[in-house]
Nanobody, 123 residues
Framework: QVQLVESGGGLVQAGGSLRLSCAAS????????MGWFRQAPGKEREFVAS????????VYADSVRGRFTISRDNAKNTEYLQMSGLKPEDTAVYYC????????????????WGQGTQVTVSS
């Protein structure tokens, strides 16, 4: 099993930047596919980005491609989401997730989830 704790959320003006971190405890972080999802008020949780275990392959939602960058440091058991060019519609609770197997955009293919961190973008 792995436990996930997100940090780095906050309030930022439109056009600003934030970096989210997801610290993992437990075993074999480097074997997990990692991902970020988000849930805005009144909406379903949606995929943001995912990265494969060695950090060399990633996939993004169309809505964030070119503005967000996912990365990981397996030596530190940490995943990151660098967000720039933030928009009010990026306001949501952001969750990190870990799973087995191949890189994925599907929520049901991630077994472990953090508690989430709030990102609020003001206009």
């Amino acid at each position: 099993q792995v436990q996930l704790v997100e940090s780095g959320g906050g309030l930022v003006q439109a056009g600003g930047s934030l970096r989210l971190s997801c610290a993992a405890s437990g075993r074999a972080f480097s074997t997990y596919v990692m991902g970020w999802f988000r849930q805005a008020p009144g909406k379903e949780r949606e995929f943001v980005a995912s990265i494969n275990p060695n950090g060399r392959t990633w996939v993004y939602a169309d809505s964030v491609r070119g503005r967000f960058t996912i990365s990981r440091d397996n030596a530190k058991n940490t995943e990151y989401l660098q967000m720039s060019g933030l928009k009010p519609e990026d306001t949501a609770v952001y969750y990190c997730a870990a799973g087995y197997g191949h890189i994925s955009t599907r929520e049901d293919e991630f077994e472990y989830w953090g508690q989430g961190t709030q990102v609020t973008v003001s206009s």
